[in-house]
């Protein structure tokens, strides 16, 4: 018997963040693996730019311009998966950001939290809410929540991004249980420090702060925390077929 390991063809696979980081990294690696991929994505710019970079490749991929806090624009992302697709198999709900990092309480902004709050948590809620008609209809139908160790195991450098990760944590955790009796497997991935244009910005305030050089800093970080393309093999497995036994959480470094 031949089986192809961790493959992905023909499956429909939305990823949410997918412009940058941990997003595009497992875009580029799902459409080798032969998945059709959509991309979703605030950044056009950066969305398009992915896209059109991996479409030349060879790959099947669309990027939709999509803000995770609206449900209008989450609803009109599904309706057109459903239009061009007729369906959904995998969602990757990696849009995230992290803002005030190190702020008291005190010095930390509503808009900021609420901001964070509402992409980090209330994102998450509304692609499931929007997906969950199309994934029930797949005979493999996956949800990747991404949290962080980050308010799940430990603290964060942010009160909002600590608190928002500990939700999404929850929030995957309690969906998982809601929709196992609808063939839908949902797990949560917490990436450990990955080289991303969000933790290098944390690293750039720290270096700031402390009237430390920012250059050296940024070369820190790119020594020592692990790179997207790690995360996103992790994420492609998780998705895949031969992960369907797998429940909860996984960490990565
Ligand atoms: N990098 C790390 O060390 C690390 C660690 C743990 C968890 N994470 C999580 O991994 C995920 C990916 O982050 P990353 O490190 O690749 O960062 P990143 O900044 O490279 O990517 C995040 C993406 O989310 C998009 N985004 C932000 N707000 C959005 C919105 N309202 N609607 C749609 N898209 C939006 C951004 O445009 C960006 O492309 C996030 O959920 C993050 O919290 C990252």
Redesign the pocket.
């Known amino acids: 018997m031949t089986s192809v390991p961790l493959d992905l063809t023909g499956k429909v696979v939305l990823i949410?963040?997918?412009?940058?980081?941990?997003?595009?990294?497992t875009a580029k690696l799902c459409v080798e693996r032969g998945a059709v991929v959509v991309t979703?994505?605030?950044?056009a710019e950066?969305?398009e730019r992915s896209a059109a970079a991996i479409r030349a490749q060879g790959g099947q991929i669309d990027f939709i311009q999509?803000?995770?806090?609206?449900a209008e624009?989450v609803s009109a992302l599904m309706d057109s998966i459903k239009q061009k697709h007729g369906r959904l198999d995998k969602m990757v709900?990696?849009?995230?950001?992290?803002r005030g990092p190190w702020l008291q309480p005190e010095e930390l902004p509503l808009e900021e939290f609420e901001l964070t709050m509402?992409?980090?948590v209330k994102?998450s809620f509304l692609c499931a809410k929007y997906a969950t008609p199309l994934l029930v209809e797949s005979d493999s139908a996956v949800i990747i929540n991404?949290?962080?160790?980050?308010g799940v195991i430990g603290p964060s450098s942010s009160l909002a991004?600590g608190a928002?990760?500990g939700g999404?944590n929850g929030f995957s955790m309690t969906l998982a249980n809601h929709l196992k009796d609808r063939n839908v497997r949902v797990n949560t991935?917490?990436?450990?420090?990955?080289?991303?244009?969000?933790?290098l910005?944390v690293d750039v305030a720290a270096a700031q702060r402390d009237g430390r050089s920012v250059e050296d800093a940024m070369e820190k970080a790119r020594q020592n925390?692990?790179v997207?393309e790690g995360?996103a093999k992790i994420i492609a497995f998780m998705i895949s077929d031969e992960a369907d036994y797998l429940r909860g959480a996984l960490f990565t470094r």
């Open positions: 949410t963040g997918g412009a940058n980081g941990i997003g595009e990294a979703a994505d605030m950044n950066a969305g999509t803000d995770v806090r609206s624009s709900c990696a849009a995230g950001v992290l509402d992409v980090n994102g991404v949290a962080s160790g980050a991004y928002s990760k999404a991935l917490c990436p450990g420090n990955i080289v991303t244009q969000m933790k910005s925390y692990g997207p995360v």
